[in-house]
């Protein structure tokens, strides 16, 4: 590596950083990701999960590194160049993300995907001093073809693939800040093979089934499990992350309207600040966050025999492609009107009904069927149709009010109300 700087960071230990990742970690724009928090809103639930998008970062490039090693340790030939591909392309891999991006994205979809908005990406990623850098170094379009092209390979896959340099940093540093206990065994590097190309967890040896690996595999999806029910979907997380779409959303639509490439320099902080600044209505939402006054759950819709029912306040057609957001709006007008209250005391919080456990679909070698998704051997391993199952029942449709509307009409007739309106009984 050459020169080298030793960072220690509390998850992995001492990481080891050389010239070419210093010169992207001391661009501006990778500063920027010390300002959004890893787990957007999820600190009013933990106090301590305060980690950040930069330090993941960080992690997400050591825990590529410890891949590369693996991979070349099991016989696979990567070159120099192609581990500072790698290592530069783990380092960058999240910086379009915006404050409270995954709310906005992936929850509540107000705005394209931070990894499908190919603006945003030329942007934060090919102008400015980490386009200058990645430039210098003569890898900005391998950049950007790892991290946004269409096809597939190894360098994707070690990156951003299903069980990846990402999520083996992410759950663990997740479960260290918010202060569950557990971790995924060390072992789970020892599986990792190519195969034509791609990553592969090579779950066979002398023709038979690893049942250590199958179990370390497996381990890593208990883990992701148990992050997505305690942490990602926590009803105050959901409350709190709704409040802040819902201060977007009026502030995207208000007299000086707050755009897409506004929120590209902004920390959380600043949003929250420029939230609070606005009109009165949007105030309220932001306060509400900023000192913990969350809204509360009047309306709660779980399980498969309804789901379909709320498709169209999450799911825009490809024809009409702010549907969800006017159906949510929609009835939180009607619902709101119809209590005498202000159309910012109720909230639609409609997560998507297609939820899946990407990490399920890992490629992986076993005997017989050669290389296969792991989703595919559910009928041969119970646990993994379980983890499967239950992650798709940890969907719930809710509706949130403020305290003061709760105050004034009381939950059972704002409980009425949503049940009139979406023709299905709360379960709370």
Known sequence: MGTYITLRDPVHGDIFLGTEDIRIIDTREMQRLRGIKQLGTAYLVYPGALHTRFEHAIGTMHMASRIVESLRMNGAEISKDDEV?????????DITHVP??????????????????????RVLLKDGELGDALRDAGIIDEIFRVLYGKGETYLSDIVKGTICADLLDYVRRDLYFTGINGNYDDRIFRYFTLEDSRLVLNMEKSGELRRDALSTIVDILRLRYILTERVYYHHAKASSGSMIVKAVEMAVSGKNPLRMEDLYWMSDNSLIDYLISSDKGIKKLAEGVKYRVLYKRVYMVSGEKHREKFVPYHISPPESPKSALQNRESAEWVISSSLGIEFEDIIIHAPSIDMQMK???????????????LVSMVHEVPEIKGFIENYRNLWKFYVFASPKAIKKVGKERIRKACERHFGVKSEI
């Open 85 to 93: 591909l790698i290592r530069s392309a783990a380092l960058v891999h």
């Open 100 to 121: 409270f991006g995954h709310t906005f994205e992936d929850e509540m979809k107000a705005f394209p995907r931070h990894d499908m908005d190919e603006k945003r990406a």
């Open 359 to 373: 990490e399920a679909d890992v490629l992986v070698k076993v005997p017989k069927k050669g290389i296969i998704n």
